[in-house]
């Protein structure tokens, strides 16, 4: 017999309903959605799936275990991660140990993470396992909605963030001043994926763009900030952000107090921009200034994972691009489409990669 409410049948979920019906919602209440500044992530992959950044003792060095179900961040504030379970699964230890694996990676980082069944919920602060913060029935739901947006909603997971004061002269770090200027620098493309052929795989991978310079500082409230500029991608995306009013130069937050030099807790940096670029936007390029043939909405998430080494911050980074595009004729989608591969309306494009970045 069913013991959910609301028409739910637990007896007959599986790990996809609970994930769809029941998180999915959950977490949109809570304030996140895909794409957003409040955003969340599904099937994360990990550059190195060890307990660090690169593998000490090759073949000793326990393997992560598992993968989070969704990462909910409030970008280069913090986050926390969702282990979803089917109805008939305990949240013994086992899940418990399972989830924290994911939560306490280096690449991840996550302040909290939350198990669910669907039946029952448990929520703990990562490296604290032996007892939840939270727990409770999926009837109490609304019982604990207000401590769970105190605990995980993004106006908490910022407030927790904010430094309360901000010494002028405060270092970076060890061996740091209060700003310290980029002079160099190189970012390598290693791995892509796409389904659209306005970005495609051989022109992104095996990329590699060097580092013009900027700085790093702390940022009026305390937040760690990156200032990065770069050599454009390709020339096509040179010109796309030209029309946007983008040139190559990206600001990066963090939410440490100090930048790591450890490769077992790096800090974690990130970046969400927006951009529009109307149909027929002149663009100006090596044959004069002509028109964009289509127009397109995108939403960028970078992320720059990694520690200080000598006079190097290096890592590794990840890149997930939402691109929607408008006003694309059949004559030139079909001229992309016999290059590259087929253009959708809306497409995904995603990348893993390294960097290091000379400090002065």
């Given at each position: ?29 809570l304030?996140?959605?895909h ?6 992530r ?9 307990a ?5 003792k ?14 909910c ?44 069944n ?21 009837a109490?739901l609304?019982?604990?909605m ?16 904010a ?7 405060k ?15 190189e ?18 991978e ?26 454009s ?7 796309i952000?030209d029309?946007a ?7 990066f ?5 100090y ?7 790096p ?23 002509h ?5 397109f ?12 080494q ?19 004729n ?7 489409e ?22 002065a």
């Amino acid at each position: 017999m069913s013991d959910a409410p609301l028409g739910l049948d637990f007896d007959t979920m599986n790990e996809a309903d609970v994930r769809e019906i029941i998180v999915r919602p959950l977490l949109h209440r809570l304030g996140y959605r895909h794409g957003t500044e409040a955003n969340i992530r599904t099937e994360v992959s990990l550059r190195y799936e060890y307990a660090f950044l690169g593998r000490k003792k090759p073949g000793k060095d326990a393997v992560l275990r598992g993968r989070a179900d969704y990462i909910c961040e409030v970008i280069s504030y913090g986050r926390w991660v969702v282990e979803v379970k089917a109805p008939n699964e305990p949240l013994d230890r086992e899940t418990v140990e399972q989830a924290h694996s994911y939560a306490a990676h280096p690449e991840i980082s996550a302040d909290y993470f939350l198990l669910a069944n669907g039946r029952k919920f448990a929520l703990y602060r990562t490296g604290r396992l032996d007892q939840p913060i939270l727990v409770w029935a999926f009837a109490d739901l609304e019982r604990n909605m207000l401590s769970l947006h105190n605990v995980v909603g993004p106006d908490a997971i910022r407030k927790r963030a904010a430094v309360l004061s901000v010494d002028s002269g405060k270092p970076l770090g060890k061996g740091l001043g209060s700003s310290v200027t980029i002079i160099g620098g190189e970012v390598v493309f290693e791995e892509h994926a796409t389904n659209t052929g306005l970005v495609p795989k051989h022109m992104i991978e095996g990329l590699r763009l060097p580092v013009i310079g900027a700085f790093l500082k702390r940022a009026d409230d305390g937040r760690l900030h990156a200032f990065v500029k770069t050599a454009s991608a390709s020339p096509m995306m040179g010109l796309i952000g030209d029309a946007a009013g983008a040139k190559d130069e990206y600001d990066f937050f963090c939410a440490d107090e100090y930048l790591s030099i450890d490769p077992e807790r790096p800090s974690i940096f990130q970046n969400f921009y927006k951009m529009y670029v109307a149909p027929g936007t002149t663009v100006s390029g090596p044959m004069g200034r002509h028109p964009m043939p289509f127009g397109f909405h995108l939403n960028a998430f970078t992320e720059a994972v990694g520690f200080v080494q000598g006079d190097y911050f290096r890592g590794t980074m990840r890149l997930e691009y939402d691109l929607t595009v408008e006003g694309l004729n059949g004559q030139i989608r079909a001229m992309i489409e016999q290059m590259n591969g087929p253009v959708p309306s809306r497409s995904q494009f995603s990348g893993l990669g390294r960097y290091e970045i000379r400090l002065a």
